[in-house]
C-alpha cells in the first residue's frame, strides 16, 4: 500500500515538474533538403515551395498567377464568423474542398482561375492541408510583388468538412456598411479591411466587364506601391470597355478598371482617413497590410495549434526608392482629387510627365484555364487523397 502510493506521488511528481517546465525552445534544424528552418514541422514546405516556385509561378513577376493566388486566399478566409458557426472554419479550404458548391456562389466569379493554377499542386502535395496550401501560395505569391513587408506564414489549417454558404464573401455591388458589417462579423475591423484592400494594388478583374481580362484597378499592378490609393481617389472619367457593369464605376485613366467597392471605400466616412493614410506611405500600407493578411490567413484556425513557419518563405523584393513616390497619373492633377477625409489634406504629389495613358491589360496565365469553370463544374479534387490530409494535432 505504501509503496503504491509512493509510485503514485512519484509520477505526480513527474507530472508537475512537466507543467512547471516551459517547452524547449524549438532549435533551428537542417531539413532533408539541406534547407535551415528553426521548427522542424515546417520542413515538410520546402518541397512544396520548390514545387509551387518552378512550375506554379515558374517566371511570374507579380503577374497574373501572383494575383490569382492571392485572390483565393481571401474567399477561402473569410468563410467564417465569431457569431454564426454555420459560416464555416475560415481559412480552412473549403473553397476548394467544396469547390462544386462554393465556386458557383456569384461572389466567388473567377476563383475557378485559381483552383485550375492550385488544383494539380494540391492533388501532388497531400503532405499538407489543403487550407494551408492555399494560405502558404498566397503568402508566397506575396513575395513576387515589390513592394511588400516580408510575410509571416503559420502552418497547421485544419480542412473544413462542409461547405461555407453563399454571402460570406463581400461583393463590389454591396454597400460599405454592409461589407464592413460581414467584415466585422469574421473579427477585422474597418481599419484592417481597408488595410487589406491594399492588395487591389496587385489586382484586376476578369469578369466585371464580360468582354475584357486582366483591367487592373492601378497604373501599376505588379508593384504592391500607393498608387492603387491614389488613383482611386480621384474623379472617375472613363470606362475601360463598356458602361453599365454590375459592380463598376468609372476609373481615371484609360485601360483601368475601378471597383464600386473600392469607390465606397475611399469615401465612405468609416473609411476615407484609412484609405487615404495609405497614399504615399509606402511604409504604412505594407506593414498594415502584413498585419492584417496575417489575422486573415488564420480566421477559424487554432493558432496556439500551429507552428511559425514564416522563414520558410522566400525574401522579398524591395521597391526600389524612386518607385516608392506616389504620382498622379499624366493627364490628371491634385484638381481631381475627391477629397473625403474630412481631418487630413491629401498629399500634394508630382504629376507623371508625358502623354496621356493607355493602362495595358494583365496579361493571363495560361494555366488558369482549365476544367474548372465559374458555376462549379469540374471543380472537384480528385486525385487529392483526403486521408492523408494533416490535422493540427498531427503536428
Ligand atoms: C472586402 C471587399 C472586397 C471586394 C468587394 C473585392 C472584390 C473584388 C473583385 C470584384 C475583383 C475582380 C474579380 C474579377 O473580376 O476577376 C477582385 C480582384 C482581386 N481581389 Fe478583391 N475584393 C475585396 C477584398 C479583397 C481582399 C481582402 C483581398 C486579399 C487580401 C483581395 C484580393 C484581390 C486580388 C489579388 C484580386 C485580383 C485577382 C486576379 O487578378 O486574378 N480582395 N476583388
Redesign the pocket.
Known amino acids: 500500500m505504501f509503496s503504491k502510493s509512493l509510485v503514485v506521488l512519484a509520477a505526480l511528481a513527474t507530472v508537475l515538474n512537466a507543467a512547471a517546465t516551459p517547452a524547449p525552445a524549438a532549435r533551428p534544424v537542417t531539413c532533408a533538403g539541406g534547407q535551415k528552418t528553426t521548427n522542424e514541422a515546417c520542413c515538410v514546405l520546402f518541397p512544396v515551395l520548390e514545387d509551387i516556385q518552378e512550375n506554379l509561378f515558374g517566371n511570374d513577376t507579380c503577374g497574373?498567377a501572383s494575383?490569382?493566388a492571392?485572390?483565393v486566399?481571401?474567399h477561402d478566409a473569410?468563410g467564417f464568423s465569431m457569431t454564426n458557426k454555420s459560416f464555416g472554419t475560415g481559412a480552412d479550404g473549403s473553397i476548394f474542398l467544396f469547390g462544386e458548391t462554393e465556386l458557383s456562389y456569384p461572389a466567388n466569379?473567377?476563383i475557378a482561375?485559381?483552383f485550375n493554377l492550385e488544383a494539380p499542386f494540391i492533388n501532388a502535395h497531400p503532405e499538407i492541408s489543403v487550407a494551408d496550401f492555399i494560405q502558404f501560395t498566397a503568402a508566397v505569391s506575396l513575395t513576387k510583388c515589390p513592394g511588400v513587408a516580408q510575410p509571416t506564414f503559420m502552418f497547421g489549417r485544419v480542412d473544413a468538412k462542409s461547405p461555407a454558404p453563399i454571402g460570406t464573401v463581400?461583393?463590389?455591388t454591396?454597400q460599405i456598411p454592409i461589407?464592413l458589417a460581414r467584415?466585422a462579423d469574421a473579427g477585422l475591423s474597418a481599419e484592417e479591411?481597408v488595410a487589406?484592400?491594399a492588395?487591389?494594388s496587385?489586382?484586376?478583374?476578369?469578369?466585371?466587364d464580360p468582354d475584357l481580362m486582366?483591367l487592373p484597378?492601378d497604373s501599376t499592378p505588379s508593384t504592391f506601391d500607393t498608387q492603387f490609393f491614389v488613383e482611386t481617389q480621384l474623379a472617375g472619367t472613363v470606362f475601360p470597355g463598356s458602361a453599365g457593369n454590375a459592380?463598376e464605376v468609372m476609373a481615371p485613366i484609360k485601360g483601368e478598371l475601378r471597383?464600386l467597392?473600392?469607390q465606397g471605400f475611399a469615401r465612405d466616412s468609416a473609411t476615407a482617413c484609412f484609405f487615404q493614410a495609405n497614399v504615399n506611405n509606402q511604409q504604412l500600407m505594407a506593414n498594415n497590410f502584413k498585419a492584417a493578411?496575417a489575422k486573415?490567413q488564420s480566421l477559424g484556425q487554432n493558432t496556439a495549434k500551429m507552428v511559425d513557419c514564416s522563414d520558410v518563405l522566400p525574401s522579398v523584393i524591395p521597391l526600389p526608392g524612386a518607385q516608392a513616390q506616389a504620382f498622379f497619373p499624366s493627364g490628371t492633377d491634385q484638381e481631381d482629387v475627391e477629397q473625403a477625409c474630412p481631418t487630413t489634406a491629401f498629399p500634394s504629389l508630382p504629376v507623371l510627365p508625358g502623354p496621356l495613358e493607355t493602362i495595358s491589360n494583365?496579361v493571363q496565365d495560361p494555366a488558369?484555364d482549365g476544367n474548372c469553370d465559374d458555376d462549379g463544374s469540374g471543380c472537384v479534387l480528385s486525385e487529392f487523397p483526403k486521408a492523408a490530409k494533416r490535422s493540427a494535432s498531427e503536428l
Open positions: 497574373d494575383h490569382t492571392l485572390r486566399s481571401f473569410i466569379l473567377g482561375d485559381a463581400p461583393q463590389p454591396d461589407i467584415m479591411t487589406l484592400i492588395s487591389h496587385i489586382a484586376g478583374a476578369d469578369d466585371i486582366g484597378f459592380g471597383l467597392s473600392d493578411f486573415m494583365i488558369t
